[in-house]
């Protein structure tokens, strides 16, 4: 088993970005917690499909910094997301479609959104879209499981899309900046542990050590909200822990954040 060479630094933040609303509702903050309680959240089939199939996803070879080899990574990662979230959701009996994809080397205008600060994946619903962001933090630390994780994320994000969970999160009501951070960061947390469960599903075929894998758990870690000071994705350590949910169910029924209680998706100390 060979394992891969590390970065000399931890990643800088595992920051993903989803394209929805950029700012936040100007309507008083109130300080209760608030329980998620549409069916189409937490009681999607889903949660009771199963474990993702045990698939072989070999990584291709990565030269750190090279765009064109990045891209040569991730397109056939993209094509295993495909085919095991296809089988997946035909067992959840939902509708699937592969989602576009762009890369892209500099922030600029994307979907109709600014490119968010510090992203390095974008998901744009309306157009179906998965857009990396192929910046040198990104490529690199190409070698490292963070690309895999940049895009398994994304592509848990058009799971959502595909899967109505997306449409209901913006059909739920809010009565302020906390309880709309909150259900932002269950969204997030959510396709965060998809990108676990898919990881997972495809560990055994992957040329890795189990060092690997706790060293993207460790940059996760010191990621999160605590460097953004922006309350929607949460802080590092729950995002982690999503994150190794996913990846030790191998699918998706241990990511329903909906259900989960408030410190399961708790954000960093204001
Ligand atoms: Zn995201």
Redesign the pocket.
């Given at each position: 088993m060979i394992s891969r060479k590390r970065s000399t630094t931890l990643s800088a933040g595992l920051l993903?970005?989803?394209c929805l609303a950029a700012s936040a509702p100007g309507i008083p903050a109130t300080a209760a917690s608030y329980p998620v309680k549409r069916a189409a959240l937490t009681r999607s089939p889903l949660y009771t499909s199963g474990r993702l199939p045990a698939a072989r996803c070999p990584e291709k070879p990565v030269t750190p910094g090279s765009v064109a080899s990045a891209k040569r990574y991730v397109l056939p990662l993209l094509d295993c997301l495909g085919a095991s979230w296809k089988t997946q959701l035909a067992k959840a009996r939902i509708r699937f479609s592969e989602p576009g994809v762009q890369f892209i080397t500099r922030p600029g205008r994307v979907c109709g959104h600014s490119w968010p600060k510090n992203a390095q994946g974008l998901?744009c619903p309306s157009q179906r879209r998965i857009v990396i962001m192929l910046d040198k933090h990104l490529t690199r630390q190409a070698e490292d499981l963070f690309l895999m994780d940049v895009i398994a994320?994304?592509y848990g994000?058009h799971v959502q899309n595909l899967s109505g969970i997306e449409a209901a999160f913006n059909g739920l009501a809010y009565r302020g900046k906390p309880e709309y951070y909150e259900q932002y960061r269950r969204l997030?947390l959510q396709?965060e542990c998809f990108a676990g469960a898919f990881i997972g599903s495809v560990w055994d075929s992957l040329d890795r050590t189990s060092d690997d894998w706790d060293y993207l758990l460790e940059a996760t870690r010191e990621s999160g909200d605590e460097r953004t000071k922006v309350r929607d994705h949460g802080k590092g350590r729950t995002i982690a822990n999503w994150l190794s949910r996913g990846f030790k169910a191998a699918g998706p029924g241990a990511c329903n954040t909906w259900g989960a209680g408030a410190a399961m998706v708790a954000s960093a100390p204001a």
């Amino acid at each position: 088993m060979i394992s891969r060479k590390r970065s000399t630094t931890l990643s800088a933040g595992l920051l993903t970005g989803l394209c929805l609303a950029a700012s936040a509702p100007g309507i008083p903050a109130t300080a209760a917690s608030y329980p998620v309680k549409r069916a189409a959240l937490t009681r999607s089939p889903l949660y009771t499909s199963g474990r993702l199939p045990a698939a072989r996803c070999p990584e291709k070879p990565v030269t750190p910094g090279s765009v064109a080899s990045a891209k040569r990574y991730v397109l056939p990662l993209l094509d295993c997301l495909g085919a095991s979230w296809k089988t997946q959701l035909a067992k959840a009996r939902i509708r699937f479609s592969e989602p576009g994809v762009q890369f892209i080397t500099r922030p600029g205008r994307v979907c109709g959104h600014s490119w968010p600060k510090n992203a390095q994946g974008l998901y744009c619903p309306s157009q179906r879209r998965i857009v990396i962001m192929l910046d040198k933090h990104l490529t690199r630390q190409a070698e490292d499981l963070f690309l895999m994780d940049v895009i398994a994320h994304e592509y848990g994000h058009h799971v959502q899309n595909l899967s109505g969970i997306e449409a209901a999160f913006n059909g739920l009501a809010y009565r302020g900046k906390p309880e709309y951070y909150e259900q932002y960061r269950r969204l997030e947390l959510q396709a965060e542990c998809f990108a676990g469960a898919f990881i997972g599903s495809v560990w055994d075929s992957l040329d890795r050590t189990s060092d690997d894998w706790d060293y993207l758990l460790e940059a996760t870690r010191e990621s999160g909200d605590e460097r953004t000071k922006v309350r929607d994705h949460g802080k590092g350590r729950t995002i982690a822990n999503w994150l190794s949910r996913g990846f030790k169910a191998a699918g998706p029924g241990a990511c329903n954040t909906w259900g989960a209680g408030a410190a399961m998706v708790a954000s960093a100390p204001a």
